[in-house]
T-cell receptor, first 113, second 114 residues
Framework: SQQGEEDPQALSIQEGENATMNCSYK?????LQWYRQNSGRGLVHLIL?????REKHSGRLRVTLDTSKKSSSLLITASRAADTASYFC?????????????FGQGTILTVHP | EAQVTQNPRYLITVTGKKLTVTCSQN?????MSWYRQDPGLGLRQIYY???????DKGDVPEGYKVSRKEKRNFPLILESPSPNQTSLYFC?????????????FGPGTRLTVT
């Protein structure tokens, strides 16, 4: 089953606007990470939030985690054309799945200048 | 420069011809893993390794083999490639013996099996 699922699948905004992407997951997790990918290239880590954290900031990024709803959101404030990319959430589980990292299908963000 | 390297970057091969995609990291990371990326499916984990000589299956291990004889290398082996293994493959590594840390990704290997 798909663990991390992002929504929306695609998001198109103007430069300067905020972009919000959501990620839902099914099983309990140890942590949740967000990654960015530019056009078929390797993924780049953005931020990691642990299961006992509710919110985390890094520059223009704000991530929230609601373990009761099994969901996370990534907010990019004051977006720039250079933020155009695909964004993925990834969940690390516990128990017998301890070594696994499961990625969602991603949100394609387009920021128009 | 800290990095994960993969070779080859592009490969076109025929069904049944064994191939190996190499992955190497120079950061002394314990955790390494392989993913495949297909349109609309995101990244799916093939195999992972939490340390030397320790490997385990991810979500889509069928048709693949791996080995971890040295800490820095984690090759992906396709013994008998089939067209459904045409995909973009990524190797990644992280500090610590689990995926609970920032993953460093290689540049990707685009494989086409005809």
């Amino acid at each position: 089953s798909q663990q991390g699922e992002e929504d929306p699948q695609a998001l198109s905004i103007q430069e300067g606007e905020n972009a919000t992407m959501n990620c839902s997951y099914k099983t309990s997790i140890n942590n949740l990470q967000w990654y960015r990918q530019n056009s078929g290239r390797g993924l780049v880590h953005l931020i990691l939030i642990r299961s006992n954290e509710r919110e985390k900031h890094s520059g223009r990024l704000r991530v929230t985690l609601d373990t009761s709803k099994k969901s996370s959101s990534l907010l990019i404030t004051a977006s720039r054309a250079a933020d155009t990319a695909s964004y993925f959430c990834a969940t690390g589980a516990g128990g017998t799945s301890y070594g696994k990292l499961t990625f969602g299908q991603g949100t394609i963000l387009t920021v128009h200048p | 420069e800290a990095q994960v390297t993969q070779n080859p970057r592009y490969l076109i091969t025929v069904t049944g011809k064994k191939l190996t995609v190499t992955c190497s990291q120079n950061m002394n990371h314990e955790y390494m893993s392989w993913y495949r990326q297909d349109p609309g499916l995101g990244l799916r984990q093939i195999y992972y390794s939490m340390n030397v000589e320790v490997t385990d299956k991810g979500d889509v291990p069928e048709g693949y083999k791996v080995s971890r004889k040295e800490k820095r290398n984690f090759p992906l082996i396709l013994e008998s490639p089939s067209p459904n293994q045409t995909s973009l493959y990524f190797c990644a590594s992280s500090f610590g013996g689990s995926p609970s840390y920032e993953q460093y990704f290689g540049p990707g290997t685009r494989l086409t099996v005809t």
